[in-house]
């Protein structure tokens, strides 16, 4: 038996603040989409079943693991990657910080570290809880909030005290709740 090809389908997504239109096999991830049919290579591939974070981006200001999620499934939805972030001229205080405290070691896990990091200030701003909220009517910002909320981001270099570092000043610099743009 001869097995059927999907056919291709149509899929709009603004990516980085631009509208841009696929055509891509339905079973194409958002994360292999980005790569490599629009050639948005921060966002990495690590393991691609979720566990290491490394393509972690922001869709419609929340953080995804890219792998795990279909591209078709996001038509129509705001993506925003490493390279929307910010401009090696205007860098995002995340990635600034992620330099001031050498938050990067062998920089694989980086962008989606930066990625996360963005969405976790975002986050706690909004109140939202996490495991290790004490008072999950009252969320505040604590580097055992910064830990959890980052434990799904691995780091091989194990960089985690700067990186927590990263977090924190850009946080007490009140620069916390950017979600994106140049």
Do not use: W
């Amino acid at each position: 038996m001869t097995p059927t090809l999907s056919p291709a389908l149509p899929v709009t997504l603004t990516v980085n603040g631009e509208r841009r239109t696929l055509t891509l096999d339905p079973r194409t991830s958002l994360l292999d989409a980005l790569r490599e049919h629009l050639g948005l290579t921060g966002t990495k591939k690590g393991c691609d079943h979720g566990q290491c974070g490394a393509c972690t981006v922001l869709v419609n200001g929340e953080r995804l693991n890219s792998c795990l999620s279909l591209a078709v499934m996001h038509s129509g939805d705001e993506v925003t990657t490493i390279e929307g972030l910010g401009t090696p001229e205007h860098l995002h205080p995340m990635q600034a910080a992620f330099v001031a405290h050498d938050g990067y070691q062998c920089g694989y896990c980086t962008c989606g570290q930066i990625m996360s990091a963005v969405s976790v200030l975002g986050e706690i701003g909004r109140g939202i809880p996490s495991h290790v909220t004490a008072d999950l009517g009252h969320v505040e910002f604590s580097d055992a909030e910064v830990r959890e909320r980052l434990s799904g981001n691995l780091c091989r270099c194990a960089a985690y005290v700067n990186i927590v570092a990263a977090v924190r000043d850009v946080y007490e610099q009140g620069q916390g709740q950017e979600q994106g743009g140049k």
